[in-house]
């Protein structure tokens, strides 16, 4: 029943021909006529709407559908007035009936068009209907008796004849018309039309909103049914069309259908199961809802959908232009569309947010692409409540709230949302998660919400009165805020109920909460309050401590609540740090103890916030200074993307009681700066990854200066060092300059820095620890030989390529894009050493390395606990599709020629497209081992022989940023941290599939290689895979080559910074090599003569080349 014997696209090809051929041939008008396929008919205007908008003219259009039997249906099964909705966005000149019955059984269903149309109606039926020869012997004067009916009715402007007639028929008609004045063209009431095979009006009732709600039934979307994910991914599609009739039965006005997964092919799945959805008559009367945040998922369901859907959804997100150029094709397709409010600064939390982003959209919809209000749905995000978090509690209040105002200033628009976003904090218990929907929806739809996606037998059985009152009260002090407490309370509340009972008839568990009965069971428990925190603190456990907190406030013990946090809490801190410092507890354990700290001292901050606003009232001034160590600005310098070792700095430091202002990635210089002044930061930390990174330290090394600070500068980062920061920074900058090797080293460098017993002798220490290593690093440069370019070129990888086997022609050339790549295929391949090393785990001899670590007698046990843990959030990222594997690998045809590595357009090798320039290794060896480059590895232009290069990116960062900031809102540094390094493991294995992949087939120059994991990441494959910015070829520009031949950012959405650091952070690129000579080799220092010469070829600045190699360098500039 999917099966289609042609597209949608090669309909409208040829139809547009047709139309061109038609519009050469000087014709005045455009027919579309007989159509008993509305979809066929909706790929002809879309053809003749961009046929005119090529030429810059237009012809009136007439539209005529055709009925087959006296259902009044078209062949494809729509009524009539579905038909008109359908394809009324075209605005046709006249619309009709033709074909079909005869004159007087096509009156009634002419008559439902006349009253439905905005434009012109007309009919041209048979001439009755034919005899059993297939003849048709109605005559003229009986032909203009029968059609002088529609006149009589007044509903036509326009007759004519079909099948059987001829000019007797026509002239008869003429006669009688002159007796009838046409119809007269009715103005339609503005309102939103959607059809499937059945037209829904909707007219929403402003005095009970709830009443004409439209319920848009989610069990059709992968996200939202666990069966129907798992009957998409079997291949199931008849279980899955089950689900959506079931859907229609328990009152779905409109079924949305999804199909965004990692496992799924978005456009595939969503092509048969539109088709498989438009065949089965019961479920396709009801308008679809095509819903991907993947628009090639979108366009691909509208190109199966005769009737008009809503498309959900577009944002402006990725900016104006890309907004407008998405929504003129839903346009073309007349779809009605959701706009979800999400600009280019991210998603709209506050009511303020939600009002703006969408009066812009708005605005922009029926200013600049002339979309009809009613056919714009805002979606003003539904965002969690009850999380815990107080920047979440007015969440429900903010949507409600937006939907007045949205309505006030969008006139016409309609508003959605996703109900099951709102009570995802109770997910588990129906009773709660479903009379938080139903008093949501009340109080939403009264405040002028139109539809949402819900589960729709649920939200017609809870119904608002029917609510329990007590679990009611509970709810609804959570939806509106009402006291701080009422997530607590609902919580309780929560535990004391059946988690399978419905809200219209809960029911009491028999025994005490679970909560209650740990807390019975456990000894520590028994402790007093100021050990309780402790223990809490040191074991990272946050089950109890809001509660101890709570009682620690109201016990009388503590006079206010900052004393709570100076007394127990920071000692219970500070044992944390006695512990870490000792080696007795490690760094994930130190950023768990950070989470409970945070979530005590989140507590808090309402009693001492309200406690200043009284001492203000009383006295008028209040002591505003804070309990703190010192303050601490820290930032990811400009251009860099990578924040990890930042954040865990972050973490730590924070446990010492130090107030840290993070910055974030990407900060400019001023900002940092300013930052510095504005917070009167104690210290400043400055991080990188990338080496283009430590000349921005530099710059703001020497801003510092120039501002005439005096503070303490640290510096960080995987591509820092401590020679670097002694040559390049220290000397810039007046005030102390310290290299910090890791997180680890932190506290105790800012505590030598910060005490005044200490920190005249420490700085001076270093000062001197930092001239003579300059010393011994200039001396080094006079010491150390460099041959020339010229002689280390003559010395360079000599390869006989007559004799060598002859290079593999991957098996395409261009490129080739893999988005949603399977998360599971690529678990084998984690490397799960740099894990441990993040978290700064590190086995001791016979124990170092994965998995050997966990038998250290040390540092296994918390190894393998944190392991343990990375598994379970591999599985949950994995299991729910929580971030997206994103990349692109691309062969070219390509010759080397000297340093550089020409890629050619074709395999005529007659034109470059681009150019790969490498650099070449001068530093004087002991051995006779060749001065290696890239170039050397690919045949070179005179040998003739055609070789080609490959290069590729991988990312794992989508999704991500929506993982961490909600671990960042709940104040959960370890899970944010946690699910950073896990993005970067599994973007690392990514590029180790995908070069497999490439070995065995897409160059397929090893087809036969049968390796182990562990000889994969031992490198015993033939063929490198060398990234710019490191040692191979340390130049970063190179990646903007690969970002023009790949159209990477078009492609996968990967981009580069001005630093060209990859965004998202959790991604790898580098360049294929295939020939057995390939091998990594490390540049090292390079001279003058080779930068000159290496800028010349890349038409490149001498500063700029010089800037960009600086750590390369065996010179100053």
């Not at 084998?828 to 001791?844: E, H, K, M, S, T």
Request: proline fraction near 4%; charged fraction near 25%.
């Amino acid at each position: 029943p999917a099966y289609r014997a042609t597209t949608f696209d090669e309909v409208k090809k040829a139809y547009y021909e047709q139309v061109g051929a038609l519009m050469d041939g000087g014709v005045d008008i455009l027919l579309v006529e007989t159509i008993f396929d509305t979809l066929n008919s909706k790929a002809a205007l879309f053809a003749i709407e961009e046929y005119f908008e090529s030429v810059g003219y237009r012809v009136p259009v007439f539209v005529s559908g055709t009925i087959v039997d006296n259902s009044g249906r078209t062949l494809s099964g729509q009524t009539n007035e579905a038909f008109w909705i359908s394809i009324q966005h075209t605005k046709p000149f006249a619309v009709g009936l033709n074909c079909a019955l005869g004159a007087s059984d096509m009156f009634r269903y002419v008559q439902n068009l006349s009253r439905v149309c905005d434009c012109y109606v007309f009919c041209y039926p048979n001439a009755g209907l034919p005899n059993a020869m297939g003849g048709y012997d109605q005559k003229g004067d009986e032909f203009s008796l029968e059609v002088e009916d529609f006149c009589k009715a007044g509903i036509v402007n326009g007759l004519g004849g079909c099948c059987g007639t001829c000019f007797e028929h026509i002239a008869a008609t003429y006669e009688m018309t002159k007796n009838y004045k046409p119809r007269e063209v009715p103005v339609s009431e503005n309102c939103l039309r959607l059809s499937g095979l059945e037209p829904l009006i909707y007219k929403p009732d402003p005095s009970n909103m709830r009443k004409t709600f439209l319920n848009l039934g989610e069990r059709c979307n992968v996200a939202g049914s666990t069966i129907f994910k798992k009957a998409i991914v079997d291949g199931n599609f008849d279980k899955a069309l089950a689900i959506a009739l079931k859907q229609v039965e328990a009152g779905a006005h409109v079924i949305d259908i999804n199909m965004d997964d990692g496992l799924i092919d978005g456009v595939s799945a969503m092509v048969k199961f539109v088709n498989l959805l438009v065949s089965e008559p019961e479920a396709s009367r009801v308008p679809f809802m095509i819903d991907s945040s993947k628009f090639e998922v979108v366009e691909a369901g509208l190109k199966c959908s005769q009737g008009k859907a809503i498309v959900n959804s577009i944002s402006l997100k990725e900016g104006e232009e890309d907004f407008i150029k998405k929504a003129k094709i839903v346009k073309m397709h007349g779809a009605a569309v959701v706009v979800m409010a999400f600009d280019e600064q991210g998603q709209a939390a506050t009511c303020d947010e939600k009002v703006s982003m969408c009066q812009r959209a708005y605005r922009i919809l029926v200013e600049r692409v002339g979309f009809n209000p009613q056919d714009i749905v805002f979606d003003p995000n539904i965002l969690t409540i009850g999380t815990g978090m107080e920047e979440h509690a007015n969440y429900g209040v903010d949507f409600i709230n937006a939907c007045r105002e949205i309505k006030r200033v969008c006139p016409g628009c309609k508003i959605s949302g996703g109900v099951s976003n709102l009570a995802f904090s109770f997910r588990g218990n129906e009773a709660v998660r479903r009379a938080f929907h139903s008093s949501f929806l009340h109080h939403a739809c009264q405040a002028g919400m139109d539809m949402g996606i819900v589960n729709s037998a649920q939200v017609i059985a809870d119904e608002y009165e029917k609510i329990d009152k007590e679990l009611l009260e509970y709810v609804e002090d959570v939806l509106f805020n009402r006291c701080d407490n009422a997530t607590e309370r609902m919580l309780e509340y929560a535990a004391t109920l059946e988690p399978k009972c419905p809200p219209t008839a809960v029911v009491k568990k028999g025994q005490a909460s679970a909560a209650e009965a740990a807390i019975q069971k456990s000894s520590w428990r028994d402790l007093s309050i100021e050990k309780r925190m402790e223990h809490a603190l040191v074991k990272g456990i946050d089950e109890y401590i809001v509660r101890d907190v709570e009682e620690a406030r109201t016990c009388g013990q503590f006079n206010r609540p900052l004393f709570i946090i100076e007394g127990p809490l920071m000692d219970g801190m500070n044992v944390v740090g006695d512990m870490f410092g000792a080696g007795k507890l490690f760094l994930p354990q130190v950023i768990k103890s950070a989470r409970v700290m945070k979530k005590a001292v989140g507590h808090l901050i309402p009693f001492m916030e309200e406690e200043k606003r009284l001492a203000m009232e009383e006295s008028g001034v209040y002591d505003e200074s804070e309990s703190n160590a010192g303050v601490f600005v820290i930032a990811t310098v400009k251009g860099d993307v990578h924040d990890i070792g930042k954040n865990i700095v972050s973490v730590v430091l924070g446990c010492n009681n130090y107030k840290v202002i993070d910055l974030g990635v990407m900060v400019p210089c001023e900002t940092i700066i300013q930052a510095c002044i504005d917070h009167k930061a104690d210290i400043l930390g400055l991080s990188g990854l990338i080496t283009p990174s430590l000349d921005e330290m530099v710059t703001v090394a020497k801003a510092m200066e120039k501002k005439g600070l005096k503070i303490p500068l640290l510096i960080g980062g995987a591509t820092t060092s401590k020679m670097h920061t002694a040559v390049k920074i220290e000397p810039q900058y007046s005030g102390p300059v310290v290299y910090v090797l890791d997180a680890s080293r932190s506290v105790p460098v800012v505590q030598s820095l910060l005490d005044e017993k200490v920190q005249d002798e420490f700085i001076e220490d270093t000062r001197e620890t930092y001239a003579e290593m300059r010393e011994e690093f200039y001396a080094g440069l006079e010491d150390r030989k460099y041959l020339s370019l010229e002689a280390s070129q003559s010395k360079g990888l000599k390869v006989n390529w007559a004799e060598e086997p002859a290079p593999t022609k991957p098996s395409f050339l261009g490129t080739k894009t893999f988005i949603d790549f399977p998360l599971e295929k690529v678990l084998d391949a984690i490397d799960w050493n740099p894990f441990f090393q993040v978290w700064q785990l590190r086995g001791r001899y016979p124990n170092r390395g994965y998995p050997k670590i966990f038998n250290d007698e040390n540092v296994g046990s918390e190894a393998k606990k944190l392991f343990d843990e990375a598994q379970d959030m591999l599985k949950d990222i994995v299991d729910n599709k929580k971030i997206k594997l994103r990349g692109i690998a691309g062969f070219f045809p390509a010759n080397s020629d000297g340093d550089d590595i020409l890629l050619f357009e074709d395999e005529s090798r007659s034109n470059v497209s681009e150019k790969l320039y490498t650099l070449r290794q001068q530093a004087e060896k002991d051995t006779e081992e060749p001065y290696m480059a890239l170039s050397d590895f690919v045949a070179p232009v005179e040998s003739g022989i055609p070789d080609y290069v490959g290069m590729f990116v991988c990312s794992a960062g989508f999704g991500l940023e929506e993982m961490t900031e909600k671990f960042k809102a709940d104040g959960d540094d370890y899970s944010y941290i946690m699910a950073e390094a896990l993005a970067d493991r599994l973007a690392e294995a990514f590029a180790e599939v995908l070069h497999e992949m490439t070995r065995k087939d897409l160059w397929g120059y090893a087809p036969d290689e049968s390796l182990s994991a562990e000889d994969l990441l031992k490198v015993k494959y033939q063929g490198i895979r060398p990234a710019p910015g490191y040692p191979s070829q340390p130049d970063h520009t190179e990646k903007d080559t690969m970002w023009r031949c790949m159209k990477v950012k078009e492609e996968t959405g990967v981009e580069l910074t001005e630093s060209l650091a990859m965004l998202p952070a959790a991604s790898v690129s580098g360049l294929y090599f295939a020939n057995r000579c390939s091998q990594y080799f490390s540049v090292g220092k390079i001279t003058q003569d080779q930068v000159k010469s290496y800028a010349e070829r890349k038409a490149m600045p001498l500063e700029v080349c010089e800037k960009w190699l600086a750590p390369t360098l065996a010179y100053e500039p």
